[in-house]
């Protein structure tokens, strides 16, 4: 016998739109699960149909989950009381999977543009793996191509941001013998372009400070890089 609850998802006819906002969820899903490794599985749930509410996961291995397969109770007890409490997400819970391994836990309630909740993002984590496998999971592979293991420029302003990139490139650049001192700052413009910096906010004036040229420097080789782009 089905719960009121459950009753209640039953009659309600999805749209669209409520579909397409569930979709954008699932470059989530792949992200996130590319961030924790298979010591992770990560769920996205649709409430339209109960009976097969996964409709992505990733490291479903974890738990024997697939696409197709039907909703927890632990989800839908989460949706009861946000039905109370109006509060989107759960506190961090713990649950076991089949082969008894501990999983800290946390799930994230979707809604559609009126508010009605039509979904779930829930992420377990198996921390009952060693440590080591852990870590060795969360670590970047010889495989992986270099720039995938640059460090991150956490700046405090857009300011430090243009500063420090326009640096970090030009100490890359100089340091290479085989680009000639007359095509280093056009090398450096050409990275920085690139990477996105000039599309902030007075990124010309600060990449010029920067490598004490002009800002007329800095424009004509944007200008050329513009007119190589339109040429090719």
Known sequence: MRSKLEQEYLNYHYTDEDRQTLTQYKVLVDAMGGLFGETCEIVLHSFEDLNASVIHIHNGALTGRCIGSPVTDKALQILHEHEKSAIDHSDVYFTKNKNNHTMRSTSTIIKNSKG????????????????????????PHDVMPKASHDAENFAIDVDDL????????????????????????KEIVTILNIQGIFKLREAVIKVAETLDVSRDVVYMHLRQLKKQEHDD
Do not use: H, W, Y
Request: hydrophobic share 45%; aromatic share 2%.
């Open 162 to 185: 243009i500063v420090s990139q326009t640096l970090k490139v030009r100490e890359q650049i100089f340091a290479d013998s085989s680009i000639s001192l007359r095509q280093k700052i």
């Open 116 to 139: 009605r909740p039509i979904g779930m993002l829930c992420i377990n984590l198996d921390i009952s793996v060693p440590l080591d496998k852990l870590l060795t999971s969360l670590m």
